[in-house]
């Protein structure tokens, strides 16, 4: 890792304040000895540069606490610091739990004021009407990284409205995380979902159940939209309309749910409808699960742990294959906001086109969570991505090279085929999908009359929002 | 100018004085402020809840387009909405018979002097005064799929087995697996926010149970050992009918404070499994906060308003019998 104080590059090399106390000396100078020719004066020492120099107040960023503690705080004290002294802004951030985002966030519209940036742990479809689009800086970085990744865009942009309703700061691939000697014990492999269907039960009784959460928390929503895509059940299609209970979505979806329902009695236990969000990490640290589906905080917290059995024991791996596809949802798809109240617009555009610009440092000090959602964003893209993750020297070394394949092969957004919208927020702030799964495996219901209900649920929400002009 | 002083000063100034004087000037001057804060803090915001409750409002606007009680009818007909309504009701009236008959034992234990009373009223006390989330919190800890203690101790004790053929779990929740998942079977859920809401409500009504002991006259305490009332037929005859004006207080008080409780399901639940333990708060903040649907939400809170209405009424009438007796 590069050292802090390199970690941040002003890309119109901002003055600072001694150093515009030295030039104004020098003008003066120059103006006394040379008489009241400023364009001589000034071309004496090069032109006074006050590009950075135009922000000034504060700027309040309200954000996550990063499942990466360590990242806050370089976040805070040091990249934030920096990137404020050289614009003359003060930065303020704030951090929440995630789950306390969207009320948050609500609260802050209500008040019709809060903070500048208001990031998100997933898009934000339903505040559209009080956000600035953003498709200038969208623009902006484009120009200067090329194209942004298709999940960050089709996460962030609404194409009813033609607008970028929030600027992508990061997503996080959702790997698999398993405990390889587990599987060896059990002749287990991960491959594909029938092998995981067949495997589950001996998984459960070498006392290591499988962890595929199907409770009210994020990460099976997740989960669970990922294992619709991989036996084709789409919720909605290219064009955002609802399509569920059509033809093949439905048969898929119908497969999906009994394959679920099958793991759930052969592989796993009650625990997977009680979970929160922090569950799965929980049981897995604890050495119970085989498997779980999440982000690297849990291979990295096995890291800190100082548990080196349980570290070196843990690999990670893409998702499952489906009879269609191998497909997962992003983890987390963090996106910022710039409020219409705001009151320092000019900063919080700036610092989003910054850190965009500058991103190889925040991909580092995240421990490769935060992937940069234009590639470019590190030099040599996917490729640089896929070397530095090699080099990570946790055992078995290498492991984390799969991130990248994740990231580029096997990530989209929640919506797949179509975009993150209002009708995908709700679905999931609901929690239809695990309620719909979680019904079918404990016996409730049957696959048919859930995907039934399901889409009919679905398709009263699509009209809503329709009516709001958002899909 | 002198003269003027010497009545006490300028006219203007008397003519304050003599108002202030008059109790129709003075009560509403000293009632004022709190009127104003509670049309700030309340009215305000419930007239604001009832008007989006009839628009299409979103997350992120104050205001909509009117939609008449569209709101309203959606919701009626969503199951999530009914679960959540039945919930409420279930949460609310369940908890508070236990409330009730736990409150009127303990409060006929801790009226009695015994070595260390202060030490158990204070422990009994104790949950009414942590935060509910802190104290929810350590539910859900006590509960965890993983580390529960409850479970712990049960396995440790060699009664997990045993609790589940005392009270028959697989019949009471089927397919229901040891240990058990206290938050993830429906029915094991719906038991365990019960016994939430009640440990939270029991000492409120356990002080308001001794105070009304307390407000026994002594001579129908004699009177009752007179004419050989004891035990149980002291309890049913005497004690009960006199404390009932209070008893019922507490018991509308606790039902107002659990239909509109929040943190208890939202912490231990989420209202999962499978939105089987959603109540009418927690729905309305799905659906109007997280999901953006602001009409909607507020619509679903509304739905709360004539059962609380109700209570009220009956509470007010209640506190004003039990002050005059």
Redesign the interface.
Known sequence: MSEASDEFEAHNSPLTRSDLVKRAGAAAFAVSMFGALPEKALGFYGPLRFKNKQLSGELRIMTWAHFVPAYDVWLDQTYAKQWGEANDVEVKIDHINNALLFSTGSAEVAAQSGHDLFWFISPPSSFQKQVLPVNDLVQEVTKKLGPMSKVAKKSTYNPRTKKFFGFPETYAPDPVQYRKSYLQEAGVSLNTWEDVRKGAAKLKQIGHPVGLGMSNEIDSNMLLTSLLYCYGGFIQNEENRIVFGQGSNRKGAIEALEVMRDIYRNGMTDEVFAWTAASNNQAFLAGRLSMALNAISIVRSAEKSGNQVLADDTWLASIPRGPVMRLGNEHVMGVYVIWKFAKNKEAARKYLIDQQLNYRPHFVRSEYYNFPPWTGAIKGGFETIRKMAAQDTHKPKGKYTVLTTIAEKFTTNPGHPGHTNAVIDEIFQTWMLPQMFAQVAQGKTDPADAVKAFDTKAKQIYRKWKAQGLV | MEAESAAGGAPSTRRWRHALEDRRVLAPLLIAPAVIFIVLVVGLPFGWAIYLSLT?A?????SGNWVGFDNFT?AWS???FQKALRNTLIFTFASQIIVVIGAAILSAFLVRDFRGRWIVRFLIVLPWAAPVVLSTITWLWILD???SVLNWTLDRLHLDNALVWLFDVTRFE????VPL?????PNL?LAAITLVHAWRILPFAVVIFIAGRASIPNEVEDASKIDGATGLKKLWYVDLPLQLPIALVAVLFGIVFTAGDFAVVYIL???????STQVLPTWA???G?????LGEGAAISLYLFPLLVVVTVAMLFFARRAQVS
């Open positions: 299409d979103i997350g992120g606007s104050l959606n969503d199951d999530n799929s993983l580390y089927e397919g229901a697996q998942q206290w938050l993830g079977r859920a639940t989420a209202g999962g499994p499978f939105n903040f799905q659906i906060i997280n999901s953006g649907s």
